[in-house]
DNA sequence: ATTATCTATAGATCTATAGATAATGC
DNA sequence: ATTATCTATAGATCTATAGATAATGC
């Protein structure tokens, strides 16, 4: 049942996507890849014909949803109609990101500590990606003080959600979201 | 081989702290129960004398590691020199936490979320157990006021460790965690 | 006699590969 | 002829259990 080259490309960008919700969803070692080619429509042996192992799939599919992250950020500054750095805060700091299709830094930073160099590389350089990001949107009267206050923008952005998805209560849930919401609104430029 | 009454608790208590530090450093899929009990001087079989399965075993441990977080925390309030919550931030935004054996919600909150009712019950416990004690150390003219700014404290402590652990750059590590404890001080009572 | 631990293994799951199959594209 | 996909399976790993062993404690 060999296919068309333009279908196999097609194909192989349809695991990569369909791994990067699941992986978002399951963490990496909860999905494997019978399940992610079956939710792609294919079958467990094709696997390898697209991809040299399933570590290689989890840092190609890691690096489009990094990428995809960060232009996404970049788009809702560049279109922002008011203060960008509050659309970024309403944008993130939203229910929308506590389901399983969340942030992948969301979702995945702390299982990325524990995998290899690749994956870890990929991770941290969209992360300082973000921060680029946030740097030229913050307060602060020097460069070093817009970068460290993007910094700590970060971390409370993040760490508000990934708190926020532990909870099993949505009220308790939605209280850390608006609490470093309020907090953070101060710091726009 | 049986042992004494005594020296079974002792070996139960044994594979609860052995436990609780490797799935810290490993995560939860990253360890099995042969290699903990091997790593508590026991074998593999024996375990299911102690717990009814692994993810009980994963239950009770995270419960005695959220507890310990908790009680730490109050410690260093109780017995702080200067200012209560500079001395957490001094605590908690340290080089310490971005080792293998860091705070339990900085290494496994994420993978909580993809687990059992019971572990996210512990968990979501521990995290307002922690708000709790924020809420007696940060500013705020009312009660609400001081528990909005405890819930963001806590997202930007966690934030600022959780993704400095993903970087591989110590120095940018050393920055996310600087960064954050200056914009936290201000926050102080 | 009871019971904590040990040895051995069943059963499930997962990654990766080998060889067959069938459609593409020179 | 080449190659993308499929079927089938090897090999490793992991949870959980069954039955044997040997020390405790009434």
């Known amino acids: 049942m060999r296919v068309s080259r333009e279908k196999f490309a097609e194909n192989r960008a349809r695991i990569l ?6 992986f978002r969803e399951k963490g990496f070692d909860g999905i494997g890849v019978a399940d992610i080619m079956k ?15 399933k570590e290689s799939l989890a840092c190609e599919a890691s690096k489009v949803l990094v990428e995809k992250a960060r232009d996404r ?10 203060d ?20 992948v830094f969301a979702s995945l930073t702390q299982e990325v500590s524990r995998q290899g160099a690749r994956m870890q590389s990929a991770f ?12 030229d949107i913050v ?15 970060l971390s409370a952005m993040m760490g ?3 708190l926020a998805r532990t909870m099993e209560d949505a009220n308790l849930a939605d209280e850390f979201l ?9 710091r726009a430029a």
């Open 84 to 103: 960008p750095l509050e659309a970024l805060l309403r944008h993130y700091l939203s229910r929308r990101n506590l389901q399983s299709q969340a942030c």
């Open 17 to 22: 996507d369909v791994a990067g919700a699941l």
């Open 160 to 162: 508000a959600v990934i």
């Open 73 to 82: 950020w970049q788009e809702i500054v560049d279109t922002a109609e008011g």
């Open 124 to 135: 941290a350089g969209g992360l300082t990606d973000l921060v680029d990001v946030l740097a």
């Open 178 to 186: 608006a609490a470093t919401h309020r907090q953070l609104s101060r």
């Open 39 to 53: 939710a792609a429509g294919l079958t467990h042996g094709g696997f390898y014909g697209h991809f040299e192992s």
């Open 139 to 153: 307060v602060g009267d020097t460069p070093q003080a817009r970068r460290a206050n993007a910094l700590a923008t």
